[in-house]
């Protein structure tokens, strides 16, 4: 059963090939607007700019589940003691994984809910609304998951 373990190591793998498809998504945008970036009007270069950001957000989220989970859950990582380190690795159990995920699908989530307000003429009422809803409510369980950690760690 401990060896099993070792199932998450493609899954891990796989996240790196999904890191790679946003890398291509991020510069398949960049190249479609470069060669008309001086007819872009300016909501339409915000909206990009903000798609560019959630982009880069999610590739954050998907290397600290990619290292702090193989670290946490498969073995630990080899790194040359003269090698580049992360130094928030070996601080990252899963409690604080959970945490962080929390707080980065928060993040994601405004900056979508900001490209929603930004192009809010072109979406409905309703829309607004649950598009509202579901961003409080991802804030709302990241608070609940903070606050639990915090009450089981005093503990």
């Given at each position: 059963?401990?060896?099993?373990?070792?199932?998450?190591?493609?899954?891990?793998?796989?996240?790196?090939?999904?890191?790679?498809?946003?890398?291509?998504?991020?510069?398949?945008?960049?190249?479609?607007?470069?060669?008309?970036?001086?007819?872009?009007?300016?909501?339409?270069?915000?909206?990009?700019?903000?798609?560019?950001?959630?982009?880069?957000?999610?590739?954050?989220?998907?290397?600290?589940?990619?290292?702090?989970?193989?670290?946490?859950?498969?073995?630990?990582?080899?790194?040359?003691?003269?090698?580049?380190?992360?130094?928030?690795?070996?601080?990252?159990?899963?409690?604080?994984?959970?945490?962080?995920?929390?707080?980065?699908?928060?993040?994601?989530?405004?900056?979508?809910?900001?490209?929603?307000?930004?192009?809010?003429?072109?979406?409905?009422e309703t829309y607004l609304k649950w598009y509202m809803?579901?961003?409080?409510?991802?804030?709302?369980?990241?608070?609940?998951?903070?606050?639990?950690?915090?009450?089981?760690?005093?503990?």
């Amino acid at each position: 059963m401990y060896s099993a373990r070792w199932l998450l190591a493609p899954i891990y793998i796989g996240l790196s090939l999904a890191l790679l498809a946003l890398g291509i998504k991020f510069f398949q945008e960049i190249l479609h607007v470069l060669p008309i970036i001086l007819e872009v009007k300016e909501s339409d270069l915000v909206l990009l700019v903000l798609s560019l950001i959630d982009i880069a957000l999610v590739g954050g989220l998907i290397i600290m589940v990619m290292f702090s989970g193989y670290e946490n859950f498969v073995s630990r990582l080899d790194i040359d003691e003269s090698g580049e380190k992360l130094d928030w690795l070996r601080k990252m159990d899963s409690g604080s994984l959970k945490n962080k995920v929390a707080a980065s699908i928060v993040a994601i989530s405004s900056i979508h809910l900001l490209k929603i307000f930004v192009n809010a003429e072109n979406v409905e009422e309703t829309y607004l609304k649950w598009y509202m809803l579901l961003h409080l409510t991802f804030v709302l369980s990241a608070f609940a998951m903070g606050y639990l950690d915090k009450i089981t760690r005093k503990s």
